[in-house]
């Protein structure tokens, strides 16, 4: 199993750059915390509850512990559960917004506007007359 920083787990030798490989993965993950906060924050003004992102966070604040990085295991472990948790975020992340997309679509009223009813009346009349097909 490779860890993200290159060698195999419980290979404890120094790679050569891997601590510039370390710094530059510790960054990333403290970008990855700082987006993660501000996506809480929009979905919260959009009355989505987001708790499950707080584990997402969670996670990322200590892939910016550099005492991480001192156990291959304990890192891949920890970058395992912050993916797994963001990818089942996303899942149910976006079922809450299909949802919420389709009840937009199925709670509107069944009146037609004004502009288009002679239409609709005209389509279900011929709908009605023997053969049912509008021609």
């Known amino acids: ?12 030798r120094p790679m050569p750059g891997r601590f ?11 970008q ?16 989505i509850d987001a708790k499950e992102l707080d584990e997402i966070i969670k996670g990322l604040r200590k892939l910016d512990d550099e005492s991480v990085y001192a ?12 993916t797994d948790n963001i990818k089942r975020f996303e899942y149910t992340l976006r079922r809450r917004l299909d949802a919420n997309a ?8 069944d009146d037609v506007p004004e502009q ?19 021609k």
């Open 116 to 134: 288009y009813r002679k239409l609709v009346e005209q389509y279900y009349r011929s709908l009605a007359k023997p053969g049912g097909k509008d």
């Open 20 to 30: 510039e490989q370390m710094r530059q993965f510790r960054g990333e993950a403290r």
């Open 71 to 82: 156990n291959p295991e304990t890192l891949a472990r920890l970058e395992q559960s912050v």
């Open 1 to 12: 199993m490779m860890n993200p920083l290159g060698g195999s787990v419980g290979d404890a």
């Open 32 to 47: 990855r915390a700082a987006d993660a906060e501000q996506l809480r924050r929009l979905l919260g003004q959009q009355k």
């Open 102 to 109: 389709s009840q937009v679509f199925l709670s509107g009223t």
